[in-house]
């Protein structure tokens, strides 16, 4: 019964490739977002969705490209995967807006491009 | 400007002491959640707390306490009685209610605080 799971949980692949991360929630929540994590740990928003619209792309290359087939789903599609890529991402989603509610997070997705 | 500042790169604590982790922010919207995170070596974050900007009084949620000081604009996270798996990365975050830009549709998050507990 996970919340909110992500797959795969690693993924190594070369420069040059294209990739995709998927992310499902079961909490019936709205809103989904994707955030990176560097080697520094900083935690930064790349896109939020709403009810499957896109809200927030926070100047992410277009390499870059989510897609939310429904409202549970919110998936990572990279292209041309740069070392530069390399980073944990998370998928995260949150029931209402407002100021008010906390973010419930997968668990990562440790990307590493060699 | 930085939203959240977390001053403490890292902080060492003796097991069973309490320990404070601050945590700044900027906004000028009136109506704001804030948020820590817990992010143990396993790498998985965990929600712990949270405070409201017109919450009246501190949140406090088992051995995790928030120190709200609106006026200070700091929501310090303290953990009493710390244990040995209190050892992790903590985030301090904000959420905002206005809809400047899509703000209330992200949780931004400070930089961070590695947290040591000592046996």
């Known amino acids: 019964d996970t919340a909110v799971s992500q797959t795969p949980k690693y993924l190594v692949t070369q420069m040059g490739n294209d990739k995709s991360i998927k992310c499902e929630q079961n909490?019936?929540?709205?809103?989904m977002y994707w955030y990176k994590q560097d080697s520094k740990k900083f935690l930064k928003i790349m896109f939020s969705?709403?009810?499957?619209?896109?809200?927030i792309n926070e100047t992410v290359p277009n390499r870059f490209s989510p897609k939310s087939p429904d409202k549970a789903h919110l998936n990572l599609h990279i292209n041309s995967l740069e070392l530069g890529d390399s980073a944990v991402y998370f998928c995260?989603?949150?029931?209402?807006?407002?100021?008010?509610?906390?973010?419930?997070f997968g668990q990562g997705t440790r990307l590493t491009v060699v | 400007a930085q939203k959240i500042t977390q001053t403490q790169p890292g902080m060492f604590v003796q097991e069973k002491e309490a320990v404070t982790l601050d945590c700044t922010y900027d906004?000028?919207?009136?109506?704001?959640?804030l948020f820590w995170y817990k992010q143990p070596s396993s790498g998985e974050m965990i929600f712990l707390i949270y405070?409201?900007?017109?919450?009246?009084q501190n949140a406090t949620e088992g051995r995790y306490s928030l120190n709200f000081q609106k006026a200070r604009k700091s929501a310090n996270l303290v953990i009493s009685a710390s244990q040995l798996g209190d050892s992790a990365m903590y985030f301090c975050?904000?959420?905002?209610?206005?809809?400047?830009?899509?703000?209330?549709?992200?949780?931004?998050f400070g930089k961070g605080t590695l947290l040591t507990v000592n046996p």
């Open positions: 995260a989603s949150s029931p209402l807006v407002g100021g008010y509610t906390e973010a419930f």
């Open positions: 909490l019936g929540h709205d809103t």
């Open positions: 969705y709403n009810n499957k619209e896109l809200i």
């Open positions: 906004t000028s919207d009136p109506s704001y959640g």
């Open positions: 405070q409201g900007s017109y919450d009246q």
């Open positions: 975050a904000m959420r905002e209610a206005g809809n400047s830009g899509g703000s209330n549709y992200k949780l931004t």
